[in-house]
């Protein structure tokens, strides 16, 4: 079983920055691809980013963050980041962090995640 908790949302300005947190406990934690999701009100749950396992040598991202958000991890922290800068309204939407222990690579596909945080909130204001 992990356990994931997620932290950073909050309220900014559009052009602003955030950066999210998520936690994680009960298993190893670099054995594991992590992922970032969000979903906007009345809209499916869509890919962020990915890390793939170990040292996260590898990552991905949505076309539409690309270049704007980063993501990262500390394997010593069990926490994976997502920075985002150059925030957008269209950015607004409840953000998930999410786990996969099958591949080695990230993945933008929701059923590929074997575990999820409970979210947090980040509203972009125009």
């Known amino acids: 079983q992990v356990q994931l908790v997620e932290s950073g949302g909050g309220l900014v300005q559009a052009g602003g920055s955030l950066r999210l947190s998520c936690a994680a406990s009960?298993?190893?934690?670099?054995?594991?691809?992590m992922g970032w999701f969000r979903q906007a009100p009345g809209k499916e749950r869509v890919f962020v980013a990915a890390?793939?396992?170990?040292?996260?040598?590898?990552?991905y991202y949505a076309a539409s963050v690309k270049g704007r958000f980063t993501i990262s991890r500390d394997n010593a922290k069990n926490t994976v980041y997502l920075q985002m800068s150059s925030l957008k309204p269209e950015d607004t939407a409840v953000y998930y962090c999410?786990?996969?222990?099958?591949?080695?690579?990230?993945?933008?596909?929701?059923?590929?995640?074997?575990?999820w945080g409970q979210g947090t909130q980040v509203t972009v204001s125009s």
């Open positions: 009960g298993r190893t934690f670099s054995s594991y691809t």
């Open positions: 890390i793939s396992r170990n040292s996260g040598g590898s990552t």
């Open positions: 999410a786990a996969d222990f099958d591949r080695i690579l990230g993945s933008d596909y929701v059923g590929d995640y074997d575990y």
